[in-house]
Structures are given as C-alpha cells and as structure tokens.
C-alpha cells in the first residue's frame, strides 16, 4: 500500500478561486461524486465574518455552484456541503484506482490531495489524467503507508452511529454539526474520526482486494 501527496491547481473550480479572491482557509472533510461529472462537497471555511458572509452571496452566482447548505457553527466558521456541476479533477479521480484520503485548499488556491493506491503505476495514470484534463500537478509525496494505525473502540463506535443514520448516504440524511451532538465530541474532532476511518476502511479494502489477486 501506497501514500501519495498531489498538488493541484485546478481550472473553473470556486474552491481554487475562493481563498485567492477572500483571506478564507477551506478544507474538504468528505467529498462523493454527483452525477456523472459532478462532486459533492463537506467542506469546513474559516476566515473574517464579513469574507464568509461575501462567499456565500459570491455562491448565488456562482456558475460552476449547483447547490449549498453551509451554516454558521461559530464567528469566522462555516460548515456544510457544497455541490459542483462539473469537476474535471473529480472525474479524473473517480476514473482511477487511487482513493481520496482527505484534501486542503491552500490560501493560493492550490489543493493538497492525499492518497491511497496499490501501485506506483496508479499515480502515474492518476497525474496523466489530470494533466490532460488540464490541471496543474506536483507529486509531493509518494511512500508505503503505515498499515499498523487502528481505530479505538470509541471511534468504531462513532463511525458506526454516522453510518446508521445516513452521514454517508447521498443525500446525507444527517449533518455534521448535529452528529457532533449526538456524539458528544467537536466537529472537528469528529471529521477528523470520520476521516481516519475512512482511511482505515479503505487500506483494508485495498489490502484484501490486492490478496485476491
């Protein structure tokens, strides 16, 4: 098993474009295709009141915004989901056998993606089709993963309860903010829960489908 960084600079998107137009920092919690070419966004945006307050009047005509459901969780914090028409990344990726661990916009626009994959030659494929699709790509990293990272039984717990009650369906049948209530933990302790246990399912996934080669 592999972990691969990519940086990416990816045309048309309002997630590359927001923090290059507002002082906002914007980080991808979950992210799940729409459609045939679109993506589904839970995404965490900090920055001044006033500049989120500028991007949410900014998505009302934003054209390459199908939807939005952000909410205010504190002053300079929004969370919620974003859906995209088009991205020309996603499809890319969706395209591939490399799988999305978690993504971060930088304040220029660039996205830092991490990665899983079997094989060096994914990531390569991967960069390929992307470039062709037009976008910017560094390789930052590319090393074995730590196959050893557990969750604790309170995390299986917390996963489990986010599966039962549709965190992970399409439409979400329940929201971050009142998972974390029921929870007992912060979102952002819980995104990050739910963040590594997706990177656990998805070794183990990887691992058994690689033995039954």
Known sequence: MLEAELLLRIPKMWITEMPMRHSVSIKIVGRRPSGKLGVRDLVEISGKQEDLEQILREFEREPWVKSYDLDFVKSGKMVGEVVTHKCLACSSLAGSDCHLISADVRP????????????????????????????EVELLKLSPIDEQEVLTTRQEEIIMMAFERGFF?????????????????????????????????????????????
């Open 169 to 213: 369906e399409t439409p979400r049948k329940i929201k971050l903010r009142d998972l974390a209530m029921i929870t007992g933990v912060s979102q952002a302790t819980l995104s990050e829960i739910l963040r590594k246990g997706q990177k656990r399912i998805v070794v183990d996934f990887l691992r058994g489908k690689r033995k039954a080669v």
């Open 108 to 135: 220029d626009g660039a996205v830092r993606w991490r990665l899983m994959t079997s094989s060096r030659d994914e990531v390569k494929k991967l960069i390929s089709k992307l470039r062709k699709a037009k976008c």
